[in-house]
């Protein structure tokens, strides 16, 4: 619907060139600031991968302290 002039959307700033290559005009957005709560769950019996520990520890590092 946005390519098409029709409405609008809030996307990612990593999307900006692709908007861009599809003719759509980006707006940065900066006040209020964008906030998103982000969850993580897993299954308290079973092992972590490295990877996911990894993952969960860089979202550690996103907490106030």
Known sequence: MVAS???GSA?????K???ASLGAV????????IE???GAIHAGHLP???AAQALLDT???F???
């Open 26 to 33: 980006c707006i940065p957005l900066s006040d209020p600031p």
């Open 36 to 38: 998103k709560c982000v």
């Open 59 to 61: 979202l550690k590092g």
């Open 5 to 7: 002039g029709l409405g």
């Open 17 to 19: 060139t692709q908007m």
């Open 48 to 50: 972590l991968s490295k």
């Open 63 to 65: 907490l106030p302290t």
């Open 11 to 15: 996307v990612p700033a990593l999307c």
